[in-house]
């Protein structure tokens, strides 16, 4: 369903395939083939625009229609309040709130051209979800932590399980930012996409830690690499 530890190249090769785009997911495959019975599944996009921030927060947040979710079904979100029934839910102004904190904590100097925004995804392949012995909280959990590690809890600002999906998945969203220190000796915080994303060698490096440190412990397997 989604691509193998990020990109189309990862994807383990058969001789005959079909690509295709869904919600700008590319999605490389074989029909009737069954080569993503056990992988663990990873993705990055960068978000250079405002409107690009919200549209994506507002389909991980459910605030516009989404086809292929069930709208019984309640996801977890870190934004999540008590009810007056005592469970947790989504806030009305959910999408409001998560732009204000998007914003809020952006740094001051932008910078020219800098990603002010990455969207990371992550699942496993359909048939890893249906296993009975397969626990979807703790691998999605498991996910949320890899993420906090590498690219800094303080810069993750909003994490989505969706559990209104058939195969679950956890959705965060960072912003990339690191200290900089100049040559006067004070120091600023910039955004750094290039840190983790910059170039198909870092981009595969992720992958490989990603595989390495939660995909493993699972019994997964991760995509061929260029």
Request: glycine content about 6%.
């Amino acid at each position: 369903f989604f691509c193998c530890v990020a990109t189309v190249g990862d994807f383990p090769r058969t001789p005959k395939t079909l690509r295709f785009s869904l919600e700008n997911h590319k999605v490389l495959f074989a029909p009737g083939d069954r080569f993503m019975a056990d992988f663990c599944i990873f993705r990055t996009a960068k978000l250079r625009t405002d409107g690009n921030v919200a549209g994506s927060i507002s389909h991980a947040l459910r605030t516009r229609e989404t086809p292929n979710a069930d709208p019984n079904i309640e996801n977890w979100t870190n934004m999540n309040v008590k009810g007056e029934d005592g469970k947790s839910h989504l806030p009305e102004n959910a999408l409001e709130q998560a732009m204000a904190r998007y914003r809020k904590t952006l740094p001051k100097k932008m910078g020219k051209g800098r990603v002010p925004c990455i969207e990371l995804l992550m699942t496993v392949s359909p048939e890893v979800m249906a296993r009975k012995d397969f626990n979807y909280v703790n691998y999605l959990n498991d996910c949320d932590k890899w993420a906090e590690e590498v690219f800094g809890k303080e810069n993750v600002f909003l994490k989505v399980h969706h559990k209104d999906e058939t195969t679950r998945n956890t959705t965060i969203f960072i912003e990339p930012k690191v200290k900089k220190t100049y040559k006067d000796g004070h120091t600023e915080e910039v955004l750094a996409a290039k840190q983790w994303l910059g170039g198909r060698e870092k981009l595969s490096k992720l992958q490989d830690d990603f595989f390495e440190k939660v995909g493993q412990k699972y019994g997964l397997k991760r995509g061929i690499k260029n």
